[in-house]
């Protein structure tokens, strides 16, 4: 059980750390909205409630080996996932409607190429936009 407590440990701790690459990358593309920034914080400070894996699985070993299995769950272990899938879901679209609404002020392109192509962006922006939907995905 020892491994159990310790792959959730790592677990609980990497989620919220990946989740603040897409904070810092909100705190860039929002820089100038402070109420944006604000929002954006508080949903990934609920990403942060991954880190109670630990003490919301139980293990047990199997049979008389020395590997382990998690035998019960508390009931809310299963909204960590619910978060980190909204944060990631708003994350996503508000870098993109930001990106592509500024792009599409400057070019002729339509909504869809620009979406997926990146057609009309600059390099940076076009980045952005393609790593994220990568990520996404």
Known sequence: TTTLYFS??????????NSLLFLVRVDGV???SRLAKAAFTLLWLLTCSAMTGPWASKGTTIGPTSFCILSTSQKYSGIVFILLAVFDTVVFLAITWRVL??????TESSWFEAFTGGKGMGRVSK???QTGQL???
């Not at 959730?8 to 750390?17: E, I, R, V």
């Not at 609404?101 to 400057?106: G, H, K, P």
Request: no cysteine.
């Open 135 to 137: 990520y996404y995905l």
């Open 101 to 106: 609404s500024i792009a599409l002020a400057r």
């Open 30 to 32: 929002y820089r100038d």
């Open 8 to 17: 959730t440990s790592l677990g609980g701790l990497a989620t919220p750390l």
């Open 127 to 129: 980045a952005l936009l």
